[in-house]
């Protein structure tokens, strides 16, 4: 199977991975033949890609990093508290916990321990489908670190809840379209502060959560927020989601902003390393998230595309490839694979948005 763009998909062709809506309903089940209809439905709820299987997909895997009903799970208890619109907004911290109990163990049941988030979301949902990536992303991490259950567990409920403060921001800015005046700007950063005040309130809480939601937004040389804190006056875990947050929000769709390619993300990330994250942290991360996720569509050195097929755990960089097309950009009548590990004469230069 692999990705592709909404728009570039023709009827006929074949869905293979089932997409959900937030509430947890089937929109589509993988193994439908798509038609005029099931492509307009999943425009209509905000769907931009999908997985296909096709000719030159076949016998690829893409894996399922963590099992759908457990995100989908998650994403409608991080609504159903983000959207509490009382002002006291209730946390069921117990409820929490249990989720992110159950995120950990499906992390943990993964052999090799490689995220490749292949989740489907629609632009609306984005911010609880962040939500739960951030608590992924940060769990991942904390496992890199060999950090015991108690703190993955700690680690894991802040994550989920970093941006809970958004609660009490106005969905009028919040969802504004355009440019934000600077007081608005300002109201947006307090959701740090609102965060920490509902989360050191809350019952069964472990103030790490709190911390968490305090200065994830705080970068290691100061110029963060709300304090400009350095280096390790920095929770060691808000410094954790920093990083996951920061990876998510650029690899997701805005409607500001196009997403921008996971290696280009980790490019990114690895280059402010000394400067806005802790560098060992982002040392752990890069080493378990996918660099060029299985599924992905590749130019290669020398012209020839293709698609990845297979991750290389020790060389994230380099992957094996299945050719699909030659250096005359006409397909070829058969694939075939290089891994790139053993031929150092081709490497990747470019995704390939299909
Ligand atoms: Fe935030």
Same mark, same amino acid.
């Given at each position: 199977?692999?990705? #592709? ?87 069921? !911290? ?47 991490? !904390?496992?890199? +670190? ?5 703190? +993955? ?115 990114? #990330? ?32 020398? !012209? ?51």
């Amino acid at each position: 199977m692999r990705r #592709i763009k909404l728009d570039q998909i023709q009827e006929g062709t074949m869905l293979a991975k089932t997409i959900m809506t937030l509430e947890g309903k089937i929109l589509l089940s993988s193994g439908v033949t798509l038609n005029a209809e099931h492509i307009k439905r999943l425009q209509t709820n905000g769907i931009t890609e999908i997985y296909i299987e096709d000719e030159i997909s076949k016998d690829i895997h893409v894996p399922d990093f963590i099992r759908d009903e457990i995100t989908t799970e998650a994403k409608l208890l991080v609504k159903k508290m983000m959207t509490n619109t009382s002002i006291r907004t209730s946390i069921d !911290g117990r409820k929490v916990m249990e989720i992110v109990d159950k995120i950990l163990e499906s992390i943990l049941a993964n052999g090799d321990i490689i995220a490749n988030l292949s989740d489907i979301r629609s632009v609306d949902d984005y911010t609880f489908s962040h939500s739960v990536n951030v608590c992924i992303y940060s769990l991942v991490i !904390g496992i890199g +670190l060999e950090y015991s259950s108690d703190r +993955l567990r700690e680690l894991g409920v802040g994550s989920l809840l970093h941006d809970i403060g958004k609660v009490r921001i106005p969905q009028s800015i919040l969802k504004k379209p355009g440019k934000l005046t600077p007081d608005e700007f300002d109201e947006i950063k307090r959701h740090a502060y609102y965060g920490y005040e509902i989360l050191k309130n809350t019952n069964g809480l472990n103030m790490t959560a709190a911390y968490i939601a305090l200065e994830h937004h705080e970068r290691i040389d100061g110029s963060g927020y709300p304090y400009q804190l350095k280096k390790n006056s920095i929770h060691k875990a808000a410094k954790i989601v920093a990083v996951s947050d920061v990876y998510d929000a650029l690899t997701s769709n805005r409607v500001y902003r196009k997403k921008m390619a996971p290696h280009e993300v980790i490019d990114y #990330i690895t280059s402010r390393a000394l400067h806005y994250f802790d560098p060992d942290i982002v040392d752990t991360f890069i080493r378990y998230v996918a660099y060029y996720p299985v599924g992905a569509a590749v130019i290669l050195n020398n !012209g020839e595309k293709g698609l990845v097929s297979k991750y290389n755990k020790h060389v994230p960089t380099c992957p094996v490839v299945r050719v699909v097309t030659g250096e005359n950009g006409k397909m070829l009548s058969k694939h075939k694979e290089i891994d790139l590990s053993e031929n150092p004469k081709y490497w990747i230069v470019k995704v390939w948005d299909i």
